[in-house]
């Protein structure tokens, strides 16, 4: 059984066959529900889905879902939120798009059902684990990785959807901790509320206003692909450098061609597994994977022009339907 994206509707029919419908509907409301929360439509959350699929081929006596939020809004989350509430959901994952604000409807939801957060934690929520990447120490990795690409230093700008969601603020200061007291100086981060028009804008913008810019990072998936347009776009690949997160497919294409420098990725795969597995485990009384800081860590690596082939096989093997 495929994960779903959304909530099925089937019309009635008539006869034994509405009997039949109207049984199979039954038994499926009868299976408990385990969500997962997007904080945005991106490729990483379909690889995400098929960690999830793997966990339903695993626990059949479940129905789990993946629920794409397009906003990339603390409003979109708050709604999608409120529905499966409503629907009775058994446990849900979360990426959490603004934490600070989202912490009294996430303790909501954290009383009525499993809640655990992944890619974007809330830690001072009512969540019972997070499962997902050190985000300062991929920082760090990125921070590093601009340093290699400019051993002389020079300007850099950083891109992000929003502030407000713990995966960048962290990032950002990861980044920050690896280029301090280098000759690397970071003019500002440009934020794009999930806008993807915006996005676009703010990187024109940045290789206008700072003609000497030396590298551009994005720091959410769709991010580095829009870099990748817009130093194509002004004529600019190799002139200025870019390192990106994650694994869109422009960005590898980019590292394969030598205009993007690295990319930092994460394992949505086994965010997505281990959400599900762990939400089941929890209720079936089992709450021995939670580490000691409720922290469930996976790790992170550099996909360089050295690696990019053979990581782009085995994405393009995770993306088959």
């Known amino acids: 059984m495929n994960v779903s994206t959304r909530k099925l509707i089937v019309p ?19 299976k408990k529900t385990i969500a997962l929360v997007t904080n945005v439509a991106a490729d990483f959350w379909t690889i995400a889905g098929r960690g999830l699929e793997k966990a339903q081929k695993e626990h059949p006596d479940y129905n789990i879902e993946l629920i794409v939020t397009n906003e990339g809004t603390a409003a979109g989350q708050r709604r999608e939120l409120d529905d499966l509430l409503v629907r009775g959901v058994a446990g849900i994952s979360i990426s959490v798009d603004d934490a600070p604000h989202a912490t009294e409807e996430l303790n909501k939801v954290a009383a009525k059902t499993v809640l655990i957060t992944t890619d974007s934690d809330a830690p001072q929520s009512n969540r019972l684990a997070y499962i997902g990447t050190d985000n300062v120490a991929a920082g760090r990795q990125a921070g590093e990785e601009i340093k290699k690409a400019l051993p002389n230093g020079g300007k850099i700008a950083l891109f992000v959807g929003t502030m407000d969601a713990d995966n960048a603020r962290e990032r950002v200061q990861g980044i920050k901790e690896a280029i301090a007291g280098t000759k690397v100086e970071l003019v500002d981060v440009f934020t794009d509320q999930v806008d993807f028009a915006k ?13 000497d810019i030396a590298l551009l990072s994005g720091l959410w998936s769709y991010e580095t692909p ?9 004529g600019k690949p190799g002139k200025v450098k870019i390192v990106g997160f994650d694994e869109d497919q422009r960005t590898l294409r980019g590292i394969s061609d030598g205009t993007i420098e690295s990319t930092v990725v994460q394992q949505p795969y086994e965010f997505g597994y281990l959400s599900a597995t762990n939400i089941i485990k929890t209720l079936n009384g089992d709450k021995s994977w939670i580490p000691k800081d409720s922290k469930l860590i996976v790790p992170t690596k550099v996909i360089s022009k050295t690696n990019v082939a053979e990581f782009a096989a085995h994405l393009k093997e995770l993306l088959k339907k």
Not at 16 to 28: D, R
């Open 226 to 234: 829009l870099i990748y347009d817009a130093v194509k776009a002004a």
């Open 199 to 211: 996005a676009k804008a703010n990187m024109e913008n940045v290789l206008v206003k700072y003609p």
């Open 12 to 30: 009635l029919m008539a006869g034994a066959a509405a009997l039949a419908m109207a049984t199979g509907v039954a038994q499926a409301q009868q």
